[in-house]
C-alpha cells in the first residue's frame, strides 16, 4: 500500500520541487535550486545527469553547475540535454532549435573557462537562425536568452 501511495505522491512531488528549483534558479540563489534538483533525481532514482529524465531537469542541472563553477558537469548535463533535445518526438522545430541554442551558448562559456567539449562544434545553430515568436514561451521563460552582445557574436547566458 505504502509503495503505491508514493507512486502516486511523487509526480506532485516532483512537480512541486521543479518548480522551486526554476524559482530558485531565477533568483540566483543556486544551492537552493541543486538542493530541489538533486531531490527530484533521487525521487527517481537517476544519477546526476541522466538521460532517463526530462531534458529540462538536465538542462537547468547544466546552467546551475556553471553557475557553481563546476563546468565539467556542466558540460555533462548539458551534452546529455543536448542528445535527448535532437531526438525528443515532442518539441517543434523553433522550440528544438531555441534549446540548442541555449545548450550551445552554455557548453561554449564552459569552454572557455577550462572545460573541454567537441559537442558545441556540433550544434550549428546561431542566434540568427531562432524563430522566437515561434518558441514556447514555458521554454523561454525557463531558459532565457538575448541576442549576442559582445565581439565574438555569441551570448552569456543570464
Excluded at 511523487?10 to 526554476?22: D, E, G, K, V, Y
Excluded at 538533486?38 to 531537469?57: G, H, N, W
Aim: aromatic fraction near 10%; charged fraction near 20%; include cysteine.
Amino acid at each position: 500500500m505504502r509503495a503505491i501511495l508514493a507512486r502516486f505522491v511523487a509526480p506532485f512531488r516532483i512537480a512541486a520541487l521543479w518548480n522551486q528549483a526554476l524559482d530558485y534558479a531565477s533568483r540566483g540563489q543556486y544551492g537552493g535550486a541543486m538542493t530541489r534538483l538533486a531531490e527530484i533525481y533521487t525521487l527517481l532514482r537517476q544519477p546526476m545527469p541522466s538521460f532517463k529524465v526530462d531534458y529540462e531537469f538536465n538542462l537547468l542541472l547544466a546552467h546551475i553547475l556553471e553557475k557553481q563553477s563546476d563546468f565539467s558537469g556542466a558540460i555533462s548535463a548539458a551534452e546529455t540535454a543536448v542528445y535527448q533535445i535532437r531526438n525528443s518526438g515532442r518539441l517543434s522545430d523553433a522550440d528544438r532549435k531555441y534549446l540548442l541554442y541555449y545548450a550551445k551558448v552554455l557548453m561554449e562559456y564552459c569552454s572557455d573557462s577550462g572545460a573541454v567539449t567537441a559537442s558545441v562544434t556540433d550544434i550549428d545553430v546561431k542566434f540568427g537562425d531562432l524563430l522566437l515568436n515561434s518558441v514556447s514561451n514555458h521554454l523561454q521563460s525557463k531558459f532565457p536568452v538575448d541576442q549576442p552582445q559582445h565581439h565574438s557574436g555569441e551570448m552569456r547566458l543570464i
